[in-house]
């Protein structure tokens, strides 16, 4: 195995978190050292979001875009997301029925910049882009 995982990565892999409340926990974490280190930086408290920004793999990582232009980790199975920088919690997103699916067809390719889905692809227009590179579908 090279440095990146077989999977697409999570807020587990990016973060460490291995549940919804210890993911808000980091985010939180996060937040009070950058204010202790950074006092200057207007550091917010983490907030609710309502917004429902559109989840993406990017990179090899389950990502959406978030207010402040960063792009916080999302979970899959969580449908949730936080960012580190603004304080934003993302819940409830819209994560594909076949998530799974996209994600196994895309962790196949041994370049991690070159795991990426954006809606509408589907997993039949993944597999046909892995053969078309001469990858297992």
């Not at 916080?72 to 960012?83: G, I, K, M, N, T």
């Not at 920088?85 to 895309?106: F, N, S």
């Amino acid at each position: 195995m090279g440095l990146w995982p077989d999977e697409i990565m999570t807020p587990l892999h990016l973060h460490a978190a291995r549940s919804p409340l210890e993911y808000r926990a980091k985010q939180r974490a996060y937040i009070t050292n950058g204010r202790l280190s950074m006092p200057a930086l207007n550091w917010r408290d983490p907030w609710l979001s309502l917004e429902k920004p559109e989840v993406v793999i990017l990179a090899g990582k389950w990502i959406c875009w978030c207010e402040c232009g960063n792009y916080p980790s999302v979970h899959p199975e969580w449908r949730l997301a936080c960012c580190f920088e603004c304080g934003a919690i993302y819940e409830g997103l819209l994560v594909p029925e076949d998530a799974t699916a996209i994600a196994a067809v895309l962790a196949k390719r041994p370049r991690l910049g070159n795991r990426a889905w954006i809606p509408p692809q589907t997993v039949e227009d993944l597999r046909a882009e892995n053969r078309a590179h001469g990858l297992e579908a």
